[in-house]
């Protein structure tokens, strides 16, 4: 008798366990959904705040309930995506995700914030806080860490799958900067040691010319650059940047796209510049997402 109903009681066991974690699971997304209302909130008044101070207390307050909301059990699945001021990337193979976001100031610059939520087995919450040291950081080629940050407002990732390595991964973000220039940046992000590395020795430019550890691009603050993954391609597409007049090479406030492409392409190890390419510009929401809140008048030059 205990043979003809041991499979029935197997199946009943398993029905349980998983009418029980349906059920946890339910009650993580309706706590995860008040917190993500809640977020929302102090989002909205942080970025109407009449000033600096105001608005930096309401971005302590957003870490202090997010860090809260993160330690609910399921969170790394959950897409946080109302929050559509706060940018929220899982990486493809689901090792990780980045939250990343920046205070506008009053003076048209901008702090970026971040961390890095990295998926465990047990649930567990663990966490990289982002510490945006741009300011202090007077070499755009100098290799980082969690705590001396190139911020950035990241939107895209890419992992580097290369044979006999660790995969690395590379973030495409915005960054900001005056109230005369944006920038854009292609970040490498490694894991070495339980410990977060930026940057990296990949990017090959034009023959005779050092490899980079970082690319970031400067341009007007009224026009709006392509910077995305074309999956067609297989490259790492964006607009090549020039002055509106050679008389103003070097000086970003007069760059824009000229209207044709470049990319980077994975060739061994390596990201390798790939210059004129033949791309449509198709539209793209990320686009349009990233031209800048405020736009100023372009200045002219005598």
Same mark, same amino acid.
Not at 126 to 131: D, R, S, T
Not at 136 to 139: E, F, S, V
Not at 204 to 207: A, D, F, L, N
């Given at each position: 008798?205990k043979?003809?109903f041991k499979?029935f ?8 366990a998983v @009418?029980n974690?349906?059920?946890q699971?339910s009650?993580s ?5 008040k917190?993500?209302d809640s ?5 909205h @008044?942080?970025?109407? %705040?009449?000033?600096n101070?105001?608005?930096?207390a ?6 202090k309930?997010?860090v @809260? %909301?993160?330690?609910?059990p399921?969170s790394?699945d959950? =897409? ?10 899982k990486s493809?193979d689901n090792t990780f995700?980045i939250f990343?976001?920046y205070?506008?100031?009053l003076?048209?610059?901008y702090?970026?914030? =971040? ?5 465990t087995r047990?649930g567990?919450l ?6 945006d040291?741009t300011n202090?950081?007077?070499?755009n080629?100098?290799?980082t860490?969690?705590?001396q940050?190139y911020? %950035?407002?990241y939107y895209?990732?890419?992992p580097l799958i290369?044979s006999?390595?660790n995969?690395s991964?590379?973030?495409? =973000?915005?960054? =900001?900067n005056t109230?005369?220039?944006s920038?854009?940046?292609? #970040?490498?992000?490694s894991?070495?040691n339980?410990?977060?590395?930026f940057g990296?020795?990949?990017f090959?430019?034009?023959?005779n010319? #050092? ?6 691009f400067?341009y007007?603050k009224?026009?709006?650059?392509t910077?995305?993954?074309d999956k067609n391609e297989?490259?790492i597409?964006?607009?090549h940047?020039?002055?509106?007049d050679?008389?103003? #090479?070097g000086?970003f406030?007069?760059y824009a796209?000229?209207s044709?492409?470049?990319g980077y392409?994975l060739v061994g190890?390596q990201?390798?510049?790939? #210059?004129?390419?033949?791309?449509k510009n198709?539209?793209? %929401?990320k ?5 800048d809140?405020k736009?100023?008048?372009i200045?002219?030059k005598n």
């Open positions: 008798m043979q003809v499979p009681l197997i199946l009943l066991w398993l029905n349980c @009418t974690v349906s059920a699971l009650q997304t309706e706590v995860l959904n917190y993500q977020l929302f909130n102090i989002t @008044t942080l970025f109407s %705040a009449p000033t101070e105001e608005r930096f309401q971005n302590a307050k957003f870490i309930m997010l @809260t %909301a993160l330690k609910t399921s790394f959950f =897409g946080f995506d109302s929050l559509q001021t706060i940018s929220v990337v493809p995700k990343s976001w205070i506008p100031t003076e048209g610059t702090r970026f914030f =971040g961390t890095v939520q990295m998926a047990d567990k663990k966490l990289y806080p982002l510490i040291e202090q950081i007077k070499d080629n100098q290799i860490n969690n705590k940050w911020g %950035a407002r895209e990732i890419v290369v006999g390595q995969t991964y590379v973030l495409l =973000g915005w960054k =900001g109230n005369k220039t920038k854009k940046v292609i #970040e490498v992000l894991f070495k339980d410990e977060l590395q990296k020795a990949i090959q430019g034009p023959k010319t #050092e490899v980079k550890n970082r690319i970031v400067e007007n009224l026009n709006s650059m910077l995305r993954l297989q490259m597409v964006f607009d940047l020039a002055p509106f050679p008389a103003m #090479e000086n406030e007069y796209s000229d044709s492409f470049d392409r190890n990201l390798k510049l790939v #210059e004129n390419i033949e791309l198709d539209p793209n %929401a686009d349009d997402f990233y031209i809140p736009p100023k008048e200045p002219v």
